[in-house]
């Protein structure tokens, strides 16, 4: 079984480093390779588009990179457990869904112990991302997908 990796994103061993143009090195790829992950010779990290050849500035080093990921990590890890999948017949998802729509059943609420709430890890996470690398976490960033994905709650 392959082994996944958050968001796709995959760091190589930082021992391990490719040279992919001048001054600049390959430290990891993203979704298997469509883009790849480079730190320049100032140590600043970029995700490049492989098929357009076009750079996202990400980090301001890897070590920031590394911190965003475990950053994410902890904020999916500290929330709720997802339920697990159900399997019902056409017919039952129907019922379901209908019952949904007349609103005889409603989404699961928080409850304590299930993880820590929304607004709490949220919060957590903005904190610790701006103390990483502030920049990074601007709304014109590469990882501002992500971040309003995490405001949506929708990770």
């Not at 790829?29 to 490049?48: A, K, L, N, P, Q």
């Not at 919060?123 to 994905?149: F, T, V």
Request: proline share 6%.
């Amino acid at each position: 079984m392959r082994e996944e990796h958050l968001f796709g994103i995959h760091l190589y061993p930082a021992t391990v480093r490719l040279d992919t143009a001048p001054g600049a090195r390959e430290i990891g790829t993203v979704h298997g390779g469509e883009f790849m992950i480079t730190e320049d010779r100032d140590g600043t990290t970029s995700v490049r588009d492989v098929a357009t050849g076009h750079c996202y500035p990400l980090n301001r080093d890897r070590k920031a990179t590394e911190g965003f990921l475990e950053a994410f990590a902890e904020y999916l890890s500290s929330g709720p457990a997802v339920p697990s999948p159900v399997t019902m017949t056409a017919e039952q998802a129907a019922q379901r869904l209908r019952a949904f729509q007349e609103g005889q059943i409603r989404p699961p609420s928080f409850s304590p112990g299930s993880g820590l709430s929304h607004r709490a890890r949220l919060k957590k996470l903005r904190k610790r991302l701006r103390a990483i690398d502030r920049a990074a976490s601007g709304p014109s960033s590469w990882w501002s997908g992500l971040i309003d994905e995490a405001e949506n709650d929708l990770l």
